[in-house]
């Protein structure tokens, strides 16, 4: 017997999830002595909340103890933070563990989500798991078509991610692109806004989708401490939705989800006013930088909301993906994406951005 007929169709069909690649791996592979730069997995060049280091430091004498299982100091502050009230709230290892019991909890075999084309493919592990279908919808100028994704709906659709802004595009949804979406939405599907980009979003037209959980719809909010507050090695992140909602989330969550170091780093992250002022500032100074130097060398962009830009250089993208780890720049590749000729580069500090452009010239040529 061969061991796949031991293993369930769907996990069969599972598409393993392809990260940036790691410095050390780097490293190994083209034997490079000299300082690398990864600009591949949009990861906070300015790293964590000095308070956040410190009040980690402090809670790593405490490992030997299992965490706070219900994450309780956390939950309070967030819910001050946000203005909601805590059993609206869920704490996970990360909004990848979310989205995986999302799918646990809500979807059954048959079912099926909507997502845009392209996006964060854990949507569709998910609903794979699950042996649910997942309906793509093509974006529309590097932007969720939302009109075309209410236009998608059917019998059988359970589940709507939202990615605002996108990833690997940057783009985003309007609050009036939502409004008109949310009004043709049946009541018994549910809308997961995945907002992990949130905090560097300067377009004053951005909704706020929190007055659709206030306003009792079925929306479930993903945020995430791995971007703006710099603690993705940590994995924590965190939903805000409707209470019945959370309240059938909490009962799939492993025990002890998160650890008591990743409650201890958000919990310094949100009781410091500048770690998000001073990760936005810098993001918008090298977003402008590089916007103006693509320009230069006539390479078209998607325009970003986030801390990363998708690029067209006009190429194949894998050969300047390779030729750039070589010179110690780590980008992601736009073919993963269905964008051969296009690359997705992280908005890293002045000194990063200025290396990456120069090795981009010089692989280019």
């Known amino acids: 017997m061969a061991m796949r007929d031991l293993v369930n169709e ?11 690649k790691p410095i050390e791996e780097v490293k190994r592979e083209f034997g490079i002595t000299c300082s690398i730069v990864k600009m591949a997995s949009n990861e906070n060049p300015l790293g964590p909340s000095p308070k956040a280091l410190a009040a980690m430091k402090e809670a790593l004498e405490q490992v030997a103890l299992y965490p706070d299982g219900k994450c309780f100091t956390l939950t309070q502050e967030l819910a001050r933070f946000w203005g909601c009230t805590e059993d609206e709230l869920l704490i996970g290892n990360g909004s990848d563990e979310i989205i995986h019991n999302l799918g646990v909890t809500f979807l059954s075999p048959g079912d099926e989500i909507i997502q845009g084309d392209p996006s964060f493919s854990q949507y569709e592990t998910s609903a794979t798991l699950c042996n649910s279908g997942c309906v793509m919808v093509p974006l529309k100028n590097f932007t969720f078509d939302l009109d075309a994704m209410a236009d998608a709906i059917t019998d059988k659709t359970r589940m709507i991610y939202v990615t605002n802004p996108n990833n690997p595009t940057g783009t985003m949804v309007t609050k009036q692109d939502v409004e008109r979406f949310m009004a043709r ?22 909704p706020n989708t929190y007055d659709y959980v206030k306003a009792g719809a079925n929306v479930i909010i993903l945020r995430t401490f791995s971007k703006a507050y710099g603690l993705a090695g940590l994995r924590i992140g965190y939903a805000i939705g409707k209470a019945e909602l959370i309240e059938c989330l909490n009962q799939v969550r492993q025990p002890f989800c998160v650890n008591s170091v990743a409650q201890a780093g958000a919990l310094a992250s949100l009781r410091d006013p500048d770690q998000v002022s001073r990760s936005r500032r810098v993001n918008s100074e090298g977003k402008q930088y590089l916007y103006q130097e693509f320009d230069k060398m006539r390479l078209p962009y998607a325009p970003t909301e986030a801390n990363f830009i998708f690029l067209d250089i006009k190429t194949d993208c894998r050969p300047v993906f390779t030729e750039m780890l070589k010179r110690g720049v780590i980008i992601r590749t736009g073919d993963i994406f269905g964008y051969p000729n296009f690359i997705r580069v992280t908005i890293g500090t002045a000194e990063e951005n200025a290396r990456f452009i120069e090795t981009l010239k010089e692989v280019l040529k």
């Open 10 to 20: 769907n996990i069969c069909r599972l598409k393993p999830y392809v990260p940036g």
């Open 185 to 206: 939405l049946p009541e018994r599907v549910i809308v997961v806004f995945d907002e992990a980009y949130y905090e560097y979003v300067e377009n004053p037209d951005y």
